[in-house]
């Protein structure tokens, strides 16, 4: 017997298995009625591959709405920092705001800080 003749008549479908499988299932579901399970499988797929760059470029236009970078009216150490909050310099600790997309100080503009140091006592001798 030979035993060449059985490779000759061999065909590989590993390959389109799992294809074949999923066009008998489709094919099935439609015949029974359930179209309807197909195309929200078919729904949830495109939302879930359009959903990433929505939030994508949603997150980003966000993000450069809310954001402001500008330098510390104090010290002009520049950072950024949200329009919707107060918030503190991180290099000189001055309680900041912002307005007008700038940071401006959160203390009335006339007023003066001082610091205090103290100053030793000395006895004067005549």
């Not at 590993?14 to 439609?30: E, F, N, R, T, V």
């Not at 359009?50 to 470029?57: D, E, G, H, K, N």
């Amino acid at each position: 017997m030979n035993q060449n003749t059985t490779k000759l008549f061999h065909v590989n479908l590993s390959g389109l298995k799992p294809w074949l499988i999923l066009i008998a299932i489709i094919w099935l579901l439609g015949t029974i009625g359930l179209g309807w399970l197909v195309k929200s499988f078919l729904v949830l797929t495109i939302v879930l591959l359009i959903a990433p760059v929505i939030i994508f470029f949603g997150v980003s236009w966000w993000w450069q709405n809310n954001l402001v970078a500008d330098k510390c009216p104090v010290c002009s150490y520049e950072f950024t920092g949200f329009k919707t909050n107060s918030f503190q310099c991180p290099n000189c600790g001055e309680p900041l705001q912002i307005e007008k997309n700038h940071f401006q100080r959160l203390t009335p503009p006339d007023t003066i800080d001082i610091q205090a140091i103290e100053v030793p006592v000395e006895t004067l001798e005549e």
